[in-house]
């Protein structure tokens, strides 16, 4: 004979729910280290091997780049096209940003 259950177990929509709340939680508190934690969960729930992870990593970079207001800014700022960038002028640019967030955070402690 089967034990009843104490608690009910959720719906796939409260599951949903519950997911769309903590993204909600870490884009409210913008905390990086949470969100690369969440990354990283995804990252390993799903198996990635490296180069599966190199190639997300670029295709996520690229995507943002592209994003118009992101372009804009660039094309505006640094009258960069991100739209002309190959792997490398996307990877360049990522270093950069990268650089500029690194000196801020040290700058910040």
């Known amino acids: 004979m089967k034990k009843p259950q104490d608690h009910k177990k959720k719906s796939v929509s409260e599951k949903q729910d519950d ?3 903590l ?3 870490l884009r409210e508190e913008k905390d990086t280290d949470a969100i690369a ?3 990283w969960k995804i990252i390993t ?3 990635l091997k490296v180069d599966e992870l190199a190639a997300l990593n670029y295709y996520t970079i690229k995507r943002s780049l592209e994003a118009p207001v992101n372009a804009n800014l660039l094309k505006e700022r640094m009258k960069l096209d991100v739209t002309q960038l190959g792997v490398d002028g ?3 640019v990522q270093r950069a940003l990268i ?3 690194t000196e801020q955070l ?3 402690q």
Do not use: H, M, R
């Open 37 to 39: 934690d969440l990354f």
């Open 19 to 21: 997911f769309i709340k």
């Open 99 to 101: 650089t500029i967030y």
């Open 23 to 25: 993204l909600t939680q």
């Open 45 to 47: 729930a799903y198996g």
């Open 90 to 92: 996307i990877l360049q």
């Open 106 to 108: 040290a700058k910040e």
